[in-house]
């Protein structure tokens, strides 16, 4: 398993825990059948990854908004702070479907992540290397276009 595949590992079954198994084991009072799921998640978790960072674009897409939907539920729009983009999930739901809510994003969004300054991505556009959204901001799909050409998470 690859280094990125094994950090991603890690996030993924760290926020299935504190999200989703913890709450759960306190509401069934310590029942021993949360810790069969945990057993589940560790085992999942590692094919989950795959998929997200190597799979077939359709397959990689359903399991990012599934993982995004299950694990950021919300009456609003999926809006994570800055630094989310530089972990191990940020990154991948970065390049392989940009922003998961949002057909523009914040240059600060944006830098996020690329990777670099919100006057990095401002150059960017400015220069015509990263398409503007007609009502501010830049195309979340020219982010990940970026990040795909790239290669890699740094513009």
């Not at 998640?41 to 799979?55: D, F, I, K, L, Y």
């Not at 599934?66 to 630094?83: E, H, M, Q, V, W």
């Not at 401002?122 to 015509?128: C, E």
Request: charged share 25%.
């Amino acid at each position: 398993m690859s280094p990125e595949n094994e950090e991603l590992v890690v996030q993924l079954v760290r926020l299935i825990d504190v999200r989703l198994l913890d709450p759960l084991e306190i509401l069934v009072d310590g029942h021993p059948a949360v810790d069969s799921l945990r057993a589940v998640v560790r085992e999942r978790a590692s094919s989950w990854a795959t998929t997200m960072v190597g799979g077939d674009e359709q397959a990689a897409y359903g399991v990012i908004v599934r993982a995004i939907s299950t694990l950021y539920p919300g009456d609003g729009p999926f809006n994570p702070p800055l630094d989310w983009w530089r972990t191990p999930l940020g990154q991948v739901v970065a390049r392989r479907v940009g922003h998961p809510t949002a057909e523009s994003v914040s240059y600060a969004v944006a830098g996020a992540m690329l990777g670099i300054t919100r006057q990095g991505v401002h150059d960017l556009a400015s220069r015509g290397k990263l398409a503007r959204h007609p009502e501010g901001g830049v195309l979340s799909a020219a982010v990940r276009d970026r990040l795909l050409r790239q290669g890699t998470r740094r513009a």
